[in-house]
């Protein structure tokens, strides 16, 4: 940076990413680590701003069918034994479940793709609907859409069998298969 007084923006871009990339170069993938420390001593923030998954982090919303209305209600059950003055987002979802008259989990998706459903709530009320969805939502990557049911209607896909979800492991087993014919 000692080359010249001034510089302007493309030439600034230019001499940051020549700088980062020798950074990278001198200390390769080990920059995390140092920050690990300071996690430990419950200073979180470090992690503030860093990309765990780089340029191609997961980014289509999913809708997965689980858990399941009396998964919730077991679930809410233990949070008001064990953890009684703790928010329980389980009831939370069964309480919106209940206000939108829905009796199913899959039920939820059914109502998202119902346009006279969506055009009949407020803005409010549809902002709750949408926060009842995405707690039914992973992100997968491009590669994964064979598992989902393409739609050019709804941005947000459907897992096209529920059993394609591991209580262990989410869909992170289907990472690498996606050229295989596994879901057809």
């Not at 289509?60 to 209305?69: A, M, N």
């Not at 953890?83 to 059914?110: F, R, S």
């Amino acid at each position: 940076m000692q080359k010249c007084k001034q510089w302007d923006e493309k030439e600034c871009l230019q001499m940051l990413d020549t700088y980062y990339k020798a950074t990278f170069t001198r200390n390769p993938n080990t920059a995390l680590l140092n920050f690990y420390s300071n996690v430990a001593l419950g200073n979180w923030s470090v992690f503030a701003g860093i990309e765990p998954f780089g340029k191609t982090y997961p980014s289509v919303p999913v809708f997965i069918p689980w858990p399941e209305k009396h998964a919730l209600k077991k679930i809410t059950a233990w949070y008001h034994k064990h953890l009684p003055n703790k928010v329980c987002t389980a009831q939370k979802v069964l309480d919106l479940m209940k206000k939108y008259g829905i009796e199913t989990v899959e039920e939820i998706y059914a109502r998202y793709t119902d346009q006279e459903f969506r055009k009949s709530l407020d803005f409010v009320q549809r902002k709750l609907f949408m926060a009842l969805l995405q707690q039914f939502q992973v992100a997968v990557g491009e590669k994964m859409l064979g598992i989902t049911y393409q739609t050019l209607d709804y941005p947000i896909l459907r897992l096209i069998d529920r059993n394609l979800y591991s209580l262990e492991t989410g869909l992170a087993h289907h990472i690498g298969q996606e050229d295989r014919e596994l879901y057809f």
